[in-house]
């Protein structure tokens, strides 16, 4: 199977801490120059970013850092976004945050990546990016002293370790570091531990089906599957289902209609950014051999935005409340 480094541009970033800075100025003294706390090293990507104070003017490239910062209270940091932003994520009161927010670009590719300048970025005089696109990294906004953190699970070389409902909860505290907000962030992840244990309760694990999750290109062609170092894996445990890709030690890669087909799952959850769902489906249901898959013969399928399910954030508990009452595990 060829491994892809990639899907839509989604994401939400979260770190792993590595290391705190120290709270004052050089002479001992302290001010708003120097909170307390910072300078703050963190590890992205296997890169370390330094962040001199609590950032005050935020450039998201990608929805799911959204509702981190929305479950934290630091929404007002963000000065500009970029990527689509569907409204089926969020609710009324964030979907009002957002469209305070100017919106620089929602231009993507047809896999999903934001197509978006540099120069488009830099005006916006941020002190923090969240998410990148193909032509705006890390390496070309250093020169302009400008951090970017990237989801981990973007990261070439993934999470260290598949991820669980526990990464998300981990993900949030990281944030409350990063705007120095640490005590809403512990307070969010036990809320958000105690949404998930509660769910996983009334799940019936008798006579367990298998399952898959699936990123199809639309008009036909390649079809990405998600294994164990996604998301899906952990969303598929506590929805009850057996993941048919649970052998891939991987977070996503390609898969033939073939393989698909053999594997044979009895229901599919098909990922995608933007656009109508009914085209998602089709890309799936009319391959050949489709029929003989279980999830379409009985009609079990279901389609679901991205952040749903990957990466690691708040979305993915409701995506999981979403599989479970869809398919009444």
Do not use: W
């Not at 120069?119 to 990016?129: C, G, T």
């Not at 512990?186 to 799940?203: F, G, H, K």
């Amino acid at each position: 199977m060829k491994t892809v480094p990639f899907l839509p541009v989604a994401a939400a970033t979260v770190l792993v801490l590595a290391l705190t800075g120290c709270a004052g100025n050089a002479d001992g003294a302290t001010g708003p120059a120097k909170a307390a706390g910072y300078p703050l090293t963190i590890v992205n990507c296997g890169a370390e970013v330094t962040l001199q104070a609590p950032p005050e003017r935020v450039v998201m490239l990608e929805s799911s850092p959204v509702t981190y910062l929305r479950e934290l209270g630091v929404m007002d940091k963000v000065v500009a976004r970029a990527g689509a932003y569907p409204s089926e994520y969020f609710d009324a009161v964030t979907r009002a945050d957002l469209d305070r927010i100017p919106l620089l670009t929602d231009k993507l590719d047809t896999s999903g990546h934001l197509q978006i300048s540099q120069e488009v970025v830099l005006a916006q005089e941020p002190d923090l990016v969240l998410g990148s696109a193909e032509n705006l990294n890390r390496e070309t906004l250093a020169a302009a002293g400008i951090p970017l953190l990237q989801h981990p699970s973007f990261c070439p070389q993934g999470l260290d370790g598949a991820p669980d409902f526990g990464t998300i909860n981990d993900q949030l505290r990281t944030y409350g570091q990063i705007f120095g907000v640490e005590d809403r962030a512990a307070t969010a992840a036990n809320e958000l531990a105690d949404r998930v244990e509660q769910i996983s309760a009334e799940v019936d694990g008798a006579g367990q089906r298998t399952a898959a999750v699936l990123y199809p290109t639309l008009g036909g062609g390649t079809i990405y599957a998600y294994g164990t170092r996604s998301m899906a894996q952990p969303q598929l445990e506590a929805a009850g289902f057996e993941n048919v890709f649970d052998d891939v030690d991987e977070r996503v890669f390609e898969v033939t209609r073939e393989e698909l087909i053999g594997r044979n799952p009895d229901v599919l959850i098909l990922l995608h950014a933007e656009g109508d769902p009914s085209k998602v489906a089709e890309a799936v249901t009319s391959m050949k051999g489709a029929s003989s898959i279980t999830a379409v013969a009985n009609g079990d399928l279901m389609v679901q935005l991205f952040n749903f399910t990957e990466p690691p954030s708040p979305l993915a508990v409701t995506g999981l409340e979403r599989i479970i009452e869809r398919f009444e595990q």
